[in-house]
């Protein structure tokens, strides 16, 4: 996540580790000492990127305590500190054996070696061909079928024969598997072609059709669909919003602010494929949906022990991010429907930010998640650049390294966090298939069409708004058996994160 508030620019940087410089002095006895004795040479340090990486890990961490080589007293003097930071050929592999039970408890935290690359995903920029897809293994096979959840409007794949709902099996005419799934999909190669392919009656076949698509510098909106509903009497706001970040703020509130000209008393926001992003973004969707909450607590932040006990000492405030009225430039308005229910559609795919908005509304207003159970990240990272502060102001021009993080876990109102195994949906959307199985999720036999009222996700919704029959079409189609194995956005260089600017002057 990360947040523009400015109550994190009140912290000044303290440093919580100084390195003890050894010295020899003259003494009296300088007689004593023979000439012949050698002097050991003290250490040099390899790579000054290791120093960054542990300077930067023992500082902010949210595990430092609980990482025996990230402790405060950890080396006795410069050479064992440099000896320790020697014993890492590269700065990754320092990185990774520093983080707390990595891919077990710390899932989320990375170091990049190119901080221009992180700094334009912030803002959306990154490079693709605009195809959002998923990827399942096939049963009793290693053999791979992705599936196509949505295009990106203005994107290469836009322009291409390709839509939600289309299947493939090849990359370049090579069958996708577990083995070269990533090479063939997420390597170096910015133009691949998709062989496309059908299924019937739960046999997946190629159909001879190809797709061609160029992965560019590409901009994604994250606000993919945002429509008016009339069914029944109500006035049904839909809205489809696939990342949170703060350059689209401002387009989020004209959102809102149509939704409210035209008279929408009912909300379904749809954060299925959402992996995250701004904690700011969050707090004024959070305002947008609601309104009659402003300064009132949205969610608070438990730091590293350092931190946490300097915030409560000198700023207690900055452990609080409060509902607002404004947008972060703290001009701009907020447009609010000031509702008392959200209809939020969250499936597995869903983290981060976006599970701050089910977690944070849920003590103010009735929160109803559909779908299925979300990813379970309740923390948030920063970045931090080479410099005296580790921002980004005087960073080392040596090298453009930058590493993120985790820094605190949030709560809610009721301090309710913690939620390891994510956040489970009041009504899950489930499907059979034809051996007998039940699946949750989409069914990507009947996924049907976003924003319509018959998609099945969209359709339980409206089903519950009016209390009428779900106008969910082919109800008795079945699925396949298949396993999720991983989505295209997991594969971005943000993944599924939640940042927040760095608390430095």
Not at 45 to 63: A, R, T
Not at 183 to 204: P, Q
Not at 379 to 390: M, R
Request: charged residues 20%.
């Amino acid at each position: 996540m990360k947040d523009n508030s400015p109550n994190f620019l009140l912290l000044s940087f303290f440093l919580s580790f100084s390195i003890i410089l050894f010295n020899c002095s003259s003494t009296d006895n300088n007689d004593d000492i023979n000439d012949d004795d050698e002097i050991e040479e003290p250490i040099t340090l390899d790579n000054e990127v290791n120093d960054f990486v542990w300077l930067g890990l023992n500082e902010i961490y949210l595990w430092q305590s609980e990482v025996p080589n990230l402790r405060d007293n950890k080396f006795i003097d410069n050479d064992a500190y440099y000896t320790f930071l020697n014993s890492y050929s590269t700065p990754e592999s320092l990185f990774d054996d520093l983080l707390y039970q990595k891919d077990v408890v710390d899932k989320f935290s990375f170091i990049v070696d190119d901080y221009v690359e992180l700094e334009n995903s912030f803002s959306g920029i990154s490079k693709s061909n605009g195809l959002d897809f998923q990827l399942l293994k096939l049963s009793s096979s290693d053999d791979i079928l992705g599936y196509v959840r949505y295009v990106a409007n203005n994107s290469d794949a836009a322009t291409k024969d390709i839509s939600r709902g289309d299947f493939f099996l090849t990359v370049d005419g090579e069958q996708l598997t577990v083995n070269n799934y990533y090479d063939l999909l997420f390597g170096t190669n910015d133009t691949y072609t998709l062989g496309m392919a059908d299924i019937t009656d739960s046999s997946v076949y190629l159909n001879g059709k190809t797709v061609s698509l160029t992965k560019t510098e590409f901009t994604e909106n994250p606000i993919l669909i945002n429509k008016v509903i009339e069914t029944d009497g109500y006035k049904i706001g839909y809205l489809m919003y696939n990342q949170f970040i703060a350059d689209f703020d401002e387009e989020l509130n004209t959102v809102f602010t149509n939704f409210k000209a035209e008279g929408v008393t009912e909300l379904v926001l749809d954060l299925r494929y959402n992996p995250g992003g701004y904690v700011s973004s969050a707090i004024n969707l959070a305002s947008m949906i609601t309104g009659q909450f402003t300064n009132q607590v949205f969610s608070k932040e438990i730091w590293n022990n350092k931190y946490q006990a300097y915030f409560e000492t000198y700023s207690p405030e900055s452990l609080i991010n409060n509902f607002t009225d404004t947008l972060s430039d703290e001009t701009s308005p907020i447009s609010s429907l000031n509702l008392n229910k959200v209809y939020i559609l969250a499936t597995s795919s869903s983290a981060s930010a976006s599970e701050l908005i089910i977690n944070g509304l849920s003590p103010y207003i009735d929160v109803t998640h559909i779908g299925t159970t979300t990813t379970g990240k309740y923390t948030a990272s920063v970045t931090l650049y080479d410099s005296s502060n580790f921002s980004k102001e005087n960073a080392n021009p040596n090298h453009k390294y930058a590493i993120q993080p985790l820094v605190y876990k949030s709560a809610n109102a009721n301090d309710e966090s913690d939620y390891y195994d994510g956040l489970t949906p009041d009504y899950t959307i489930t499907y059979e298939t034809s051996s007998g199985s039940v699946y949750e999720g989409e069914n990507i036999n009947n996924l049907g069409v976003l924003g319509d009222v018959s998609e099945p996700f969209l359709a339980k919704a409206i089903e519950l708004i009016t209390g009428a029959t779900s106008k969910s079409s082919k109800k008795d189609i079945k699925g396949i058996d298949a396993k999720i194995l991983a989505d295209s956005k997991d594969f971005t260089l943000l993944g599924k994160n939640m940042y927040k600017d760095f608390p430095v002057k």
